[in-house]
């Protein structure tokens, strides 16, 4: 089965740049969104189809996607972005939806 | 705006069975596909099932396939998951997400704790 792999965590002082990436085999030919999830809360779709953004998401959040390698980036990183980031994909090979293992990201 | 409310989580024995019921408003309900997704407390996302909007086509992740069966009523706007021979690892909040192109979970619920233990 499709395997995604994240890094367990990521920490950034506020105001700098967080890169979180999602490896994936050949998870360029495919479409990869990501979640954000808040201690008690469910998940929020902050990037969807690799780079778009859901309406009322800050344009702080981009995403991109090439080769075995997805990113989301998080610019001028605020303390509210300390959450759990997991990317998401659809293996058609199995008919089977993937997600990340997860990143907590810290705010220093 | 879209508001997905998930309910029939509780204590249930090993072996035993329990439906979960999630109500959708704020979208057309029968144009979109639904997912499931649970996670156990302190651990990551694990996609459980799937069904198109016509409730034509179902998905399973293997961990559930033969155990768990999702349906849909689209003049109730509800969707459903009926879970059988439930085992202690089953043990999750169990999430409703709408579906969306390529496969997006757009909107989430709140999730339903669903606790296997005897």
């Known amino acids: 089965s499709y395997v995604l792999t994240q890094p367990p965590s990521v920490s950034v002082a506020p105001g700098k740049t967080a890169t979180i990436t999602c490896g994936g085999i050949?998870?360029?030919?495919?479409?990869v969104h990501w979640h954000q999830q808040k201690p008690g809360q469910a998940p929020v779709l902050v990037v969807y189809?690799?780079?778009d953004r859901p309406s009322g998401i800050p344009e702080r959040f981009s995403g991109s996607n090439s080769g075995n390698t997805a990113t989301l980036t998080i610019s001028r990183v605020e303390a509210g972005d300390e959450a759990d980031y997991y990317c998401q994909v659809w293996d058609r090979s199995s008919d089977h939806l993937v997600f990340g293992g997860g990143t907590k990201v810290t705010v220093l | 705006q879209v508001q997905l409310v998930e309910s029939g989580g509780g204590v249930v024995q090993p072996g035993r069975s329990l439906r979960l019921s999630c109500a959708a408003s704020g979208f057309t309900f029968s144009n979109f596909g639904m997912h499931w997704v649970r996670q156990v407390p302190g651990k990551g996302l694990e996609w459980v099932a799937m069904?198109?909007?016509?409730?034509?086509?179902?998905y399973y992740a293997d961990s559930v396939k033969g155990r768990f069966t999702t349906s849909r009523d689209n003049s109730k706007n509800t969707l459903y998951l009926q879970m059988n021979s439930l085992r202690v690892e089953d043990t999750a909040v169990y999430f409703c997400?709408?579906?969306?192109?390529?496969?997006?979970?757009?909107?989430w619920g709140q999730g339903t704790l669903v606790t296997v233990s005897s």
């Open positions: 189809e690799d780079s």
């Open positions: 050949n998870i360029g030919s495919k479409s």
């Open positions: 997400a709408k579906g969306g192109n390529e496969y997006v979970l757009d909107s």
């Open positions: 069904i198109w909007y016509d409730g034509y086509e179902r």
